[in-house]
């Protein structure tokens, strides 16, 4: 690394629009390590993550500094030119000082008058920026003529987050007076980085050096470090560009779902590690290769007659750029894919349409819905793998109809898994399933599995410790239809998982008439109405969290939910429902079942005629103690039969 060279240096040497000669001293002689020039230019690559920093590192940040001058630690840039720097490693840090003394200029600039000019940071995925910064970080300060236009630039949605880090400056009042931000104000320029330059336009070199100091024991970003090695691997500009067209894919991703980059419904990191064990780990040589979250190895191997070491890069391990590259194009092209089926709404959008040419309009709306439920459900992680696997087997748009059908058994065994999965063994053998290339007889053989007589005892007590445990999840009654969905229509035979009826199907999804959701055991308000015209029971607070259980709700029209059920008790709706003689008006046989359990259950032996305080204290003890017993065994039960069902359309095939 001949052509790396760095050295400390005062914060004002580097980050002010100062002329200065960087120099280090050795026996007692002077010698010049770098020199930067005025009115040099640091840029922010487009492929560097978005600014991360939560405003409770920012005032860490400023709490150190408002004590005296601190080291911040390295910096590291490739040069392109006696002015113009990229910033390989410190964009978070250098974003947020310039945003400091930004803070200071516009506050203060009429007291402090000798604050010297900034050298310019350029942001590249927000060309924008500067535009932004001199509007103090604020949108609705910039001219309404092109606010839409710096609003656009911003293409990683960073907009947000730094005009949060800039108010919440305030917050801490550490810069509240005049003395205050002069004070601060000469510790930051004494503030010393050590700047690490490649003078190597090519930024492998920097990367490589950026991975080198960062993995001496100091925990990184998964996302930075799988990019790290990327790039120390490969740094040419096509590489590069993917990588941001797949970053902006992803952001636009989490747009549609309604969520933060941070709070993300499938992590970007995930979905490369999926990729990477669906298109890459699935060939032959690379067949002894199992990698963690954090892209690492679990236990030593060879590949192609090298060997590695627990906790090396899988990405050291590939050693091959076009795979890589593979999967930086193919998951754009399925994070794309998955946007377009979000928007839908319940649609199928043409990304599908075109690639499911072979199956009829509702079967592919019914794909969609699968994929989508999936693919939101934040609690269902390593199940999201057999949907990618899904779609690289028909992406080529030439899938067979039988091929564009095995989704069905993708969203049967995701549905078990969140049932009665067991998070290590079965994820080890999803993971196994997805490196395979005939992973769908392996997925049948894994369904089955689940119903053979060895594992029914301990699914049934996994499954009953988990919806019997305080789940708070708002989804879970859509769990339930995807449970209710596989009960009514799913089979399965000897080689595939297939469905009674896809118009059935599709009208159980979307009819909400016929199939509206009922809170049945528990109601959703918490309250019962036990005498007409009075005030409802209000259910203890640790009562009204059943509400939400997986197997709380069942599917009814909605005129008989609305007028036949209302808000009684459980066992009061079972009545009504016996003297309004419309049982037959229930469609769905997943909710027959539950009211099967139901009828001999829950039988409420309090009197109510008046709820006066006596009647109360029964209810309450009813509720706090009897009602516990019987929900769990209601429960039991219910997994009970579930087993039953499955394993008997299992053998009847």
């Known amino acids: 690394m001949s052509n790396i060279k760095g050295t400390i240096t005062t914060l004002r040497q580097f980050l002010f629009n100062v002329e200065s000669e960087v120099k280090t001293e050795v026996n007692g002689v002077k010698y010049p390590i770098i020199y930067f020039k005025k009115d040099r230019i640091l840029s922010v690559p487009d492929y560097q993550r978005e600014i991360r920093w939560q405003k409770e590192t920012l005032f860490s940040l400023m709490n150190d500094i408002s004590r005296g001058s601190k080291f911040l630690g390295n910096i590291i840039l490739s040069s392109s030119g006696e002015k113009d720097f990229e910033i390989i490693d410190g964009q978070q840090r250098l974003v947020s000082l310039n945003m400091l003394i930004t803070y200071i200029k516009s506050n203060y600039s009429k007291q402090i008058t000798d604050i010297d000019e900034l050298v310019t940071i350029n942001v590249n995925c927000f060309d924008k920026f500067s535009i932004f910064r001199d509007a103090d970080y604020t949108l609705r300060n910039v001219d309404e003529s092109i606010r839409e236009d710096v609003k656009k630039s911003d293409k990683l949605g960073q907009i947000k987050i730094l005009s949060e880090l800039y108010s919440s400056i305030s917050a801490e009042k550490i810069l509240d007076t005049v003395a205050k931000a002069e004070s601060f104000l000469e510790n930051l320029k004494k503030c010393t980085l050590n700047v690490i330059v490649s003078d190597d336009e090519d930024i492998k070199i920097s990367t490589e050096y950026y991975i080198d100091v960062n993995l001496k024991g100091i925990k990184l970003d998964t996302e930075d470090i799988f990019k790290g090695y990327l790039f120390s691997q490969d740094s040419s500009k096509e590489i590069r560009d993917c990588w941001v067209e797949l970053k902006e894919s992803w952001m636009k991703f989490n747009e ?79 994070i794309d894919c998955l946007t377009e089926i979000i928007a839908a709404d319940g649609g199928a959008p043409g990304c599908i349409r075109d690639l499911l040419k072979n199956i009829e309009n509702n079967e592919v709306k019914i794909i969609c819905n699968f994929i989508k439920k999936t693919i939101l459900d934040k609690t269902l992680i390593v199940p999201k793998i057999l949907i990618l696997k899904y779609y690289l087997s028909i992406c080529d748009g030439k899938a067979k109809k039988a091929t564009c059908k095995n989704l069905y058994a993708v969203y049967f065994y995701n549905v078990l898994f969140m049932l009665f999965g067991d998070k290590k063994s079965d994820a080890e053998n999803i993971k196994k399933i997805s490196r395979s290339t005939e992973y769908y007889p392996e997925l049948v053989r894994a369904i089955k599995n689940f119903f053979d007589d060895g594992n029914i005892s301990e699914s049934r007590q996994i499954a009953i410790a988990k919806w019997n445990s305080n789940y708070e999840n708002e989804a879970l009654q859509y769990k339930c239809k995807s449970l209710a969905t596989i009960y009514n229509y799913f089979t399965i035979n000897n080689e595939s998982v297939e469905i009674s009826s896809s118009d059935d199907v599709y009208n159980f999804l979307s009819d909400e008439d016929v199939y509206s959701i009922e809170h049945f055991i528990v109601n959703g308000s918490g309250n019962i109405t036990y005498v007409e015209d009075q005030d409802g029971y209000e259910l203890p607070d640790s009562v009204k969290k059943y509400s939400a259980y997986i197997f709380n709700f069942i599917f009814v029209p909605k005129s008989i939910n609305n007028n036949v059920f209302k808000n009684y008790s459980v066992r009061k709706k079972m009545e009504e429902l016996t003297k309004s003689k419309r049982s037959s008006e229930i469609k769905c046989e997943y909710s027959k079942m539950i009211m099967g359990i139901v009828k001999d259950m829950f039988a409420d032996d309090v009197k109510v005629t008046d709820l006066n305080e006596a009647e109360q204290k029964e209810l309450e003890k009813y509720w706090l103690v009897t009602f516990k017993y019987e929900y769990s065994h209601f429960t039991s039960l219910v997994i009970d039969m579930l087993l039953d069902h499955f394993s008997s359309k299992e053998k009847d095939k």
């Open 256 to 334: 549609r779902c309604n969520c933060k980059p941070e709070k993300s419904v499938y992590s970007l990191t995930k979905i490369l590690e999926h990729y990477i064990y669906c298109h890459v780990l699935s060939k032959p040589e690379y067949k002894d290769v199992s990698i963690n979250e954090k892209f690492t190895l679990d236990s030593p191997c060879e590949v192609n007659g090298t060997k590695y070491y627990l906790g090396d890069h899988v990405i050291k391990v590939i050693r091959n750029n076009t795979y890589m590259k593979e999967v930086l194009v193919g998951s754009k092209k399925y």
